[in-house]
């Protein structure tokens, strides 16, 4: 089971302000308010498009935001309602709030869709606060701010390469050259005890998962080793690259090398003697390897065997990009493997969804030094709501928290005329009404 993981943070378009507006045309005697509500924002969400296969295009762009919603219009228009942003990634994506380490969502199938980040509401125009008794009111809200929150994309997949070799032939060091990924290297056997995953990104547009695998010995297929673990891995890729040392650095035979781990290849399943193979010819750029590649050849030929063959050097990138060109134009003509219930199995998968508030006329009160806080959601959303800039608007709010009990509430706790009371960061005095 391989894992491709990104970090990203989205949030939601803030909703359009309302407006305050009155009607003055000539012959409507009596006029009136006419400001329109803000339209709202955008939502963030995510949809599943089969065509993707890694989360490569979240490497590049991490931040996600929406289109705030348009402000209200005067002749009681409403703004428009911002464009949701769609946001694609492929099949098998489970989102993880990077906060609460909840699964927000499991996508697995084609088109299905999930709002990762709503956006919020647009505020209301002074037309909606028309009353008989104040039936000119000169109060208009604020756009809720659209929900923002970072997230984690993890893909389990199934690797498309896999980089197969004896120990120390540079898989490891093919891998981090052409990916993002950074295996232990070492000059030494079993430098890679478990597989390493890259996804590389070709250049044209196409990208595809890379396994570095662990090294193979003789007796592979028995179990001897890692044998079996890592003979599963290889049972999932798409395509088998054979990383051959064609310098012979550690004193053995690049061809017998290749048959060896043929050899076991085919012992623990003779499928993958079917599986597209290519060979690529490391260490190009060390003496005596160009007369290794000509025996080589020439040994393939003799067994009537064909399979592609790129000299490279993962060392100096030497022949890389054209081996990257031939592996994806490969995994074009391939269909790609069922996917296996040991690796994905999604029933056991929770998601957590976002439920109603508990309770919005639920509040808090307790002391900072000489201060009141009062801890409450929907107040401090009313305060974002609010725009303070008008005495009838200020006067709505305090109506609002004797409404809910707030005033009283503070009086108990021994809130006197000057005492400071904080709501989230809106800070105000307290004040006794004769």
């Known amino acids: 089971m391989f894992v491709d993981k990104a970090k990203i943070y989205v949030k939601g378009g803030d909703g359009g302000d309302g407006l305050v507006a009155f009607r003055r045309e000539k012959y409507v005697p009596e006029g009136g308010p006419a400001g329109g509500d803000g339209g709202h924002g955008g939502d963030v969400i995510f949809r599943v498009d089969e065509g993707l296969r890694t989360l490569v295009d979240f490497r590049y762009q991490k931040h996600f935001k929406a289109d705030r919603g348009e402000k209200?219009?005067?002749k009681s228009q409403h703004g428009a309602n911002a464009d949701d942003m769609i946001v694609r990634v492929p099949p098998g994506t489970v989102v993880v709030d990077d906060d609460t380490q909840e699964i927000v969502a499991d996508l697995t199938r084609h088109g299905q869709e999930v709002v990762i980040a709503k956006g919020g509401r647009g505020g209301r125009g002074n037309t909606r606060f028309a009353?008989?008794?104040?039936?000119a009111p000169e109060i208009a809200?604020?756009?809720?701010?659209?929900?923002?929150r970072w997230v984690v994309l993890e893909l389990k997949v199934m690797a498309d390469v896999g980089l197969v070799g004896f120990p120390s032939v540079g898989k490891s060091t093919l891998l981090s050259?052409?990916?993002?990924?950074r295996p232990k290297i070492g000059a030494y056997h079993f430098t890679t005890l478990t597989p390493n995953l890259g996804v590389v990104d070709v250049g044209d547009g196409r990208s595809f998962v890379m396994a570095d695998l662990p090294g193979l010995i003789e007796g592979a297929h028995e179990g001897v080793g890692l044998g079996h673990e890592f003979l599963r891995h290889v049972e999932r890729t798409r395509i088998i690259v054979h990383v051959v040392d064609m310098a012979g650095t550690e004193g053995r035979d690049p061809f017998e090398d290749w048959l060896k781990i043929n050899d076991e290849l085919r012992l623990y399943n003779a499928k993958l003697e079917e599986r597209p193979q290519i060979i690529a010819a490391n260490k190009m750029d060390i003496p005596d390897a160009e007369e290794h590649l000509q025996r080589f050849k020439e040994e393939l030929a003799a067994r009537g065997l064909e399979h592609p063959i790129y000299p490279i050097s993962a060392v100096s990138k030497s022949?890389?990009?054209?081996?990257?060109?031939?592996?994806?134009?490969?995994l074009e003509t391939i269909p790609e493997m069922p996917l296996v219930e040991e690796i994905i199995d999604l029933s056991e998968r929770k998601v957590y969804k976002l439920e109603a508030s508990d309770d919005d006329e639920a509040f808090t009160i307790r002391r900072d030094n000489e201060a009141y806080v009062v801890d409450s959601p929907s107040i401090e959303r009313l305060i974002k709501r609010t725009n303070f800039s008008t005495h009838e608007a200020v006067m709505r709010f305090a109506r609002i928290l004797r409404k809910k009990g707030v005033d009283k509430a503070l009086r108990e706790r021994g809130a006197k005329d000057g005492t400071i009371v904080r709501i989230g960061d809106f800070e105000f005095e307290f004040v006794e009404h004769e």
Request: hydrophobic residues 25%; glycine residues 16%; proline residues 0%.
């Open 72 to 74: 209200g219009r005067n």
């Open 131 to 135: 009353t008989s008794n104040n039936t």
């Open 141 to 148: 809200e604020n756009g809720e701010e659209g929900q923002e």
């Open 177 to 181: 050259v052409v990916s993002g990924a």
């Open 319 to 330: 022949g890389v990009q054209e081996l990257l060109y031939k592996v994806s134009d490969l």
